[in-house]
């Protein structure tokens, strides 16, 4: 075999496979794009013009746009390869003539050994890989055959309709390719520098964000798309997976103050390309970019937009570099969800602020960042409400129609206020603007179920998992949801593909615990319980749980790890900020009633967020007939509460 370069740069193109791999990775070629590499690698270091490119690939004969072709299959390849085309390491473009393969890469034959090496020997020539076909038609002419019918039929579908044939490629697509549901798969960052994953992570959620403006398309949340950053999958295979018809891929380039970002739109079932473009940016621009892309994906697949779409897609973000990456690092780190990362989020988000104080979708970041630290018990209501009702009601004067600022005033007429019928409004408003928002249906689901309408709460929760379906806690939501229709069998369901999402997720093992032990299935209600302790990482309250089972039984060994919970968070809150959240949920559980009505109390006087849910969740049963915890329900306002 002939000497590797060391590290991550050289590549194996397995004939026999057919397969390319970088070190034990495969890297993800359509079949295209691949025969266009095995095409340039056997003629490695030479200039292979676009015309011998034509001939091998399509054939002389055929008719169809191949300089398009051409160029989605290189930009494939350097999607795939990592390959930056202004300092290429692998295939170089000689601009107007063609190009060259010129670097690293061993050929595997079909005996294994190396055909670059096998060439050297005489009358060994280099072998073309093999590869099974639906007939013993050789490749190129099953694939000219094909391009031909397809021209064809399309000829005569322009033709009947009466259209001018020439102008094919500027028509919307949807007209024999309808797509309804898109995926933006994450943008690749080709920088070779990780210091600039956000710049690709970010540029990924704002387009998601714009396409979810289409009332008309159903785009996956960013939550299930980015399981699959870097995963390198077959596309129909991701298709099936997210249940969408489309997929929208690229990659982001940046070298100092400018960008390139590649987009395609590929119809996933068949991983046809649909529509390609290279877009060189100064940093300035790439959040406009983003807002460009979305509108021309909408007109390549003839959506039809309304007039609050149209204005929305006509707004323009400020041409200033220190602004724009500021913004897009606020959404990396508000990805994040820890605290730490909430507040750097914050700090970004506050930066581009400071960079120009009418950017209204910074003010949508710091409202809602500020809601999640409160959500997640990381801060009290009064640290975080003012801040996020300030930016909240800033970001709404400066544009009316962010469906972000909206979620957010919506989330605090909820949960703060207590202004139901003002909160559903704003919920309402959120989605009627961006229709594809997931977080906008899930924090609408959390109201109707804490107004209890669950029928309605359980349709909002599927929509959020329906276009977030790979989120642990969208699919929770929806079991919660069929647990409380008391429809026991949908429920498990969704908790065991909720444990297949995330296998190291103790939450649905503590849910199905519970879902069985109601059953009566004590025995294995405990195995489920053991399981989520020991997903939990602490072996302390393992050992705890296993002694109290084998001496006591299921419940006792509950009881046993719940106050050995309650005294740490005791301690924990002698020196720091625990909210009454975590002691109310621990008494209720060991059947404390006076303690837990306690804290429920000093939950009322914080105003902490989970409250509004107490009316109808099982867990609070036991204090439902008390007199207080009515009270406490009349207090909110709750509707529903008698």
Excluded: C
Aim: hydrophobic share 40%.
């Amino acid at each position: 075999m002939p000497h590797k370069l060391p590290g991550s740069d050289h590549l194996d193109l397995d004939l026999k496979r057919y397969e390319l791999r970088r070190g034990n990775a495969v890297l993800r070629l359509e079949k295209i794009p691949m025969e266009l590499l095995i095409f340039l690698v056997k003629h490695k270091d030479r200039l292979v013009s676009r015309e011998e490119i034509i001939e091998k690939i399509w054939g002389r004969e055929v008719f169809l746009d191949t300089e398009q072709g051409i160029n989605t299959a290189v930009r494939k390849i350097r999607l795939a390869i990592r390959d930056d085309p202004e300092q290429p390491r692998y295939l170089q473009t000689v601009v107007g003539k063609g190009y060259r393969f010129i670097g690293p890469i061993t050929v595997i034959t079909t005996n294994g050994n190396s055909a670059m090496e096998m060439s050297k020997k005489p009358g060994i020539p280099f072998q073309e890989p093999v590869r099974p076909l639906p007939t013993s038609w050789p490749l190129r002419y099953s694939l000219r055959i094909a391009l031909v019918v397809g021209a064809v039929l399309s000829i005569l579908a322009f033709l009947i309709m009466r259209t001018n044939i020439f102008g094919l490629r500027n028509r919307p697509l949807n007209r024999t390719l309808p797509i309804h549901s898109i995926a933006v798969l994450p943008l690749e960052n080709l920088s070779g520098d990780a210091a600039q994953e956000y710049l690709a992570d970010g540029l990924t959620d704002e387009l998601i964000t714009h396409l979810a403006k289409l009332s008309s398309l159903k785009v996956i949340s960013r939550t299930s798309v980015m399981q699959y950053k870097s995963a390198h999958k077959p596309l129909p295979e991701i298709a099936r997976a997210l249940d969408v018809e489309g997929i929208v891929e690229g990659s982001v380039v940046r070298s100092g103050s400018k960008v390139r970002v590649t987009v395609q739109l590929i119809r996933a079932a068949n991983d046809q390309h649909l529509w390609a473009e290279d877009y060189q940016r100064d940093l300035g621009d790439v959040i406009d970019l983003q807002r460009e892309i979305a509108r021309t994906i909408a007109q390549q697949i003839a959506l039809n937009l309304n007039a609050e779409q149209q204005a929305y897609f006509a707004q323009g973000a400020p041409h200033d570099p220190e602004l724009n990456e500021a913004y897009l690092r606020g959404l990396f780190f508000w990805d994040k969800r820890t605290e730490p990362d909430l507040h750097r989020a914050i700090d970004n988000f506050n930066l581009a602020i400071s960079r120009d104080p009418g950017f209204a979708p910074a003010y949508a970041g710091v409202a809602n960042s500020y809601n999640l630290l409160w959500y997640l018990g990381f801060v009290k209501a009064n640290e975080a409400v003012p801040q996020a009702r300030s930016a909240a009601e800033k970001a709404l004067a400066l544009d009316p129609l962010s469906a972000e600022a909206h979620v957010a005033l919506a989330y605090l007429k909820h949960h703060n206020d207590w202004d139901w019928a003002g909160a559903e409004m704003e919920h309402r408003r959120a989605i009627e603007l961006s229709p594809g928002y997931s977080l906008a249906h899930q924090w609408y689901a959390y109201y109707l179920r804490s107004a209890g309408r669950f029928d309605e709460a359980l349709a909002q929760s599927e929509r959020a998992r329906e276009l977030d379906p790979l989120s642990v806690m969208k699919t929770l939501h929806v079991a919660d949801a069929y647990a409380r229709k008391h429809d026991d069998e949908i429920s498990s369901s969704l908790l065991r593909r909720a444990m297949e999402l995330n296998p190291s997720d103790s939450a649905p093992h503590y849910s199905l615990a519970g879902l069985i032990e109601q059953e009566g299935h004590a025995s294995e209600a405990a195995l489920e319980w053991r399981t989520a302790l020991q997903l939990d990482g602490d072996q302390q309250l393992v050992n705890l749980f296993d002694r109290a089972l084998s001496k006591s039984g299921f419940s006792a060994a509950k009881r046993a790890v719940t106050e050995t919970l309650l005294e740490r968070m005791i301690m924990r809150a002698k020196s720091n900020y625990v909210s009454p959240r975590s002691f109310v949920e621990l008494y209720v559980r060991i059947g404390d009633k006076e303690n837990a009505l306690r804290w429920l109390e000093r939950a009322f006087a914080e105003h902490s967020s989970f409250l509004v849910q107490i009316a109808h969740d099982p867990a609070y049963e036991g204090l439902r007939t008390d007199p207080r915890f009515r009270a406490l329900l009349h207090r909110m306002g709750t509707p529903d509460a008698d």
